[in-house]
């Protein structure tokens, strides 16, 4: 097995950054909060879950507070000011990604977004309706993933296949953590139905070429899921030219709330798809022999919707407007660069992925010579920085790279050099209280 080394040029440099960090603090009240007996909270942890700015948790208060109703449900005031409201929400959420509000589904999150597309798939080829079984999976079918996905955008398709008896494929991974695709023409080809890609690896950190991988698909007459979960958070991303039938994203990983995540579909696609839960708001007609679905999005949103959640996430959405897509880009490959810089100044540091800031998002794996990536992470909580540790539901990557586990550091709009710096100092305390730390070069 080979472990990726990743060492840049050592001399980490502190550029002026594009957003204004202190001013972005004073809008998330959990920043200014202590852990671990007094020390100032170093959240390296958005890609876990973001923090909220005040402005998402008072939209959400706000709803509640003035005119919380069912929406699509009821014909009274309360209940037409939540339609709307609602539905205001999902062409804000749609526009920042340029898509239509018909072609936005609320789910639970990302992970809920692609098992409904796994099971629409698969109830296709049941559907009593002729129109929703065009995408149907079957035998002789295959789907094609990457062994860098986040098991979010694995295990369902395994089980499609297992439900339908076609064949799971994926792409490898190169020794520097990117896509291994000299053999993208062989394993996407004719049977493929369905290629499931993340545009960022929640791992890695690496951003995947999405244009190679699309035009092969198109080639194919396959579809294309792109699981943007960390990257619509992180990145400009339009759908008018990513070249995917499918995008999911999480409201949680994007300042957002819990407990809203977006299906954006093309929508011919969508509208060609059977729906995958059922019940309340989602039908047309409902006899005792039968019933018909609404078109999408409705299709595909059974019961009372997470409203509060959706409103929530559109102000998320607004909030990151007003930064800006490309600063937020642009202010984390600074934080990246400089990070994969101070790491590699720690003798024992091993970064998992992409070396350099190229093709890169702000999602830094390391281990740390001779201390279990469960013990650096404890040390660093001790002292104040959270950071994640595990396998990061990504349990495919650890293993082609031949370690347990790592350390996960992730960055975001408050995201400044002090952290980082906090992050270094911390990892070599866990040295020293391991007895690891290297005697030379350690300044
Ligand atoms: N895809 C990627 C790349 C992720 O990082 C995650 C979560 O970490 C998911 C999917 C699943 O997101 P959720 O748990 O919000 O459904």
Redesign the pocket.
């Known amino acids: 097995m080979t472990q990726t080394v990743s060492r840049p040029a050592a001399g980490a440099q502190k550029a002026p950054l594009p957003l204004d960090v202190e001013a972005i603090r004073a809008d998330f009240p959990i920043l200014s909060r202590t852990v671990r007996d007094g020390k100032r909270l170093v959240y390296l942890d958005s890609?876990?879950t973001s923090q909220k700015p005040l402005g998402v948790l008072d939209a959400e208060r706000d709803f509640y507070l003035t005119c919380n109703a069912a929406p699509h449900r009821g014909a009274h005031q309360l209940a037409e000011e939540a339609t709307a409201r609602y539905e205001a929400a999902r062409a804000t959420i749609g526009a920042f990604i340029g898509a239509p509000a018909e072609e936005v589904v609320f789910t639970r999150?990302?992970?809920?977004a692609i098992n409904l597309v796994a099971y629409a798939l698969s109830n296709a080829a049941t559907a009593k309706e002729p129109e929703f079984r065009r995408y149907a999976v079957g035998q002789g079918d295959e789907i094609v993933v990457t062994e860098m996905?986040?098991h979010?955008?694995l295990v369902p398709w395994q089980q499609l296949c297992e439900r339908t008896g076609a064949t799971l494929r994926w792409l490898g991974l190169t020794d520097d953590g990117r896509l291994e695709l000299s053999d993208l023409g062989t394993v996407v080809n004719e049977r493929t139905k369905l290629v499931a890609v993340?545009q960022?690896?929640?791992i890695l950190g690496t951003i995947n070429p999405l244009g190679e991988i699309s035009a092969r698909a198109r080639e194919v007459g396959a579809l294309l899921l792109v699981?943007g979960?960390?990257s619509v958070p992180h990145q400009p991303v339009d759908v008018t030219t990513l070249g995917a039938d499918f995008l999911v994203f999480?409201g949680?990983?994007m300042l957002g709330p819990t407990g809203v995540?977006v299906l954006w579909g093309r929508y011919e696609v969508l509208d060609a798809l059977p729906p995958f839960l059922t019940g309340g708001s989602m039908i047309e007609v409902v006899r005792m022999e039968g019933s018909t679905f609404m078109p999408p999005p409705q299709r595909f949103e059974a019961g009372v919707p997470m409203t509060a959640q959706v409103i929530g996430l559109a102000a998320a959405v607004e909030y990151l407007q007003r930064l800006g897509m490309d600063r937020v880009q642009a202010h984390e490959e600074a934080l990246t660069g400089y990070a994969l810089a101070k790491l590699a100044e720690i003798p024992g540091v091993t970064v998992i992925g992409p070396p350099d800031t190229v093709a890169r998002g702000g999602a830094v794996s390391f281990t740390v010579e001779g201390i279990h990536p469960h013990d650096v992470g404890q040390v660093l909580d001790d002292l104040g920085v959270e950071v994640r540790v595990g396998h990061h539901?990504a349990w495919p990557v650890v293993r082609r790279y031949g370690v347990p586990a790592t350390t996960r550091a992730t960055f975001y709009v408050h995201t400044g050099y002090d952290d980082i710096d906090a992050l270094a100092d911390a990892i070599r305390e866990a040295q020293r209280f391991f007895g690891v730390a290297p005697t030379a070069g350690v300044a």
Do not use: L, P, V
Not at 109 to 112: F, G, I, L
């Open positions: 890609g876990a999150n990302s992970t809920e996905e986040h979010a955008n993340t960022q690896s929640n699981d979960a960390q999480s949680h990983k995540g539901c």
